[in-house]
């Protein structure tokens, strides 16, 4: 009883259970949008790499024969993010690509980030996906008249998703848990609002606790929903 007191006075006096609120939407909001634009920018980077796009053919110098421009552009995206920390990302988007713009609230400024980092790792899961194919549906759909554009929307692409689906949850699940660096820039998500209700109850271990759970059931009721997704695509094949 003592310590339901305790934890009374650490998140319902001065209703300090609202910052965990705000904190849980703030994180959810963020992981929602970086997720779709993550999955937007690694199609199209997926798209790029397997793209044969050789504006040099006619060139006598192999080597400018085979330089294909867009997977060198998506290969440097995927280098570039995959070998750099997500915070430093975040920062460099917010105190210097984004300097000039104070007004650009946080939030933004984290989907944004997290996105383009999701996208790289989306981008390398997909074309594996794509790649793992049998080589013979393209070419069938091509036989059949429709165009690469067509046949990629159509036949490869879906059949790639269900292939990793498995993998986009993982991917989708650690970007979740990646939005707890997005104090570093200012945004209020859930390991903050644990920080400043341990600021004013000077109790560090409940809020961390209590945020872990949140964390906990998140990715849990995720991965449950993601999993009877799958199961509906086995059964729809």
């Not at 995959?82 to 915070?87: E, F, H, K, L, Y």
């Not at 872990?212 to 059931?217: A, K, P, R, T, V």
């Not at 990715?219 to 086995?234: H, P």
Request: proline letters at 3%.
């Amino acid at each position: 009883m003592e310590y339901l007191k305790v934890l009374k006075e650490i998140f319902i006096d001065g209703e300090r259970y609202m910052y965990i609120l705000k904190g849980l939407r703030f994180s959810v909001g963020v992981t929602l949008v970086a997720a779709i634009l993550g999955v937007m920018l690694g199609i199209l980077a997926a798209l790029m790499r397997i793209s044969n796009f050789h504006p040099f053919k006619k060139s006598k110098d192999k080597k400018l024969r085979d330089f294909n421009p867009l997977e060198w552009l998506a290969i440097f995206y995927t280098d570039l993010i995959r070998g750099t920390p997500a915070v430093v990302q975040l920062m460099v988007l917010a105190n210097i690509v984004f300097a000039g713009f104070r007004d650009m609230p946080v939030f933004l400024i984290a989907s944004l980030s997290f996105g383009i980092n999701s996208g790289a790792y989306v981008c390398e899961i997909i074309r594996a996906g794509i790649e793992g194919l049998d080589k013979g549906q393209m070419e069938a759909a091509r036989a059949l008249g429709m165009p690469y554009s067509v046949a990629m929307k159509e036949i490869i692409i879906p059949q790639a998703i269900k292939k990793i689906l498995p993998a986009l949850v993982s991917e989708f699940i650690t970007l979740l848990k990646e939005t707890s660096i997005v104090g570093f820039i200012g945004g209020v998500d859930l390991l903050r609002s644990a920080n400043i209700i341990t600021s004013q109850t000077y109790r560090g271990v409940e809020p961390l606790i209590a945020v872990g759970i949140i964390y906990l059931i998140m990715t849990g009721l995720f991965t449950k929903l993601m999993r009877k997704v799958e199961k509906g695509m086995k059964i729809s094949d």
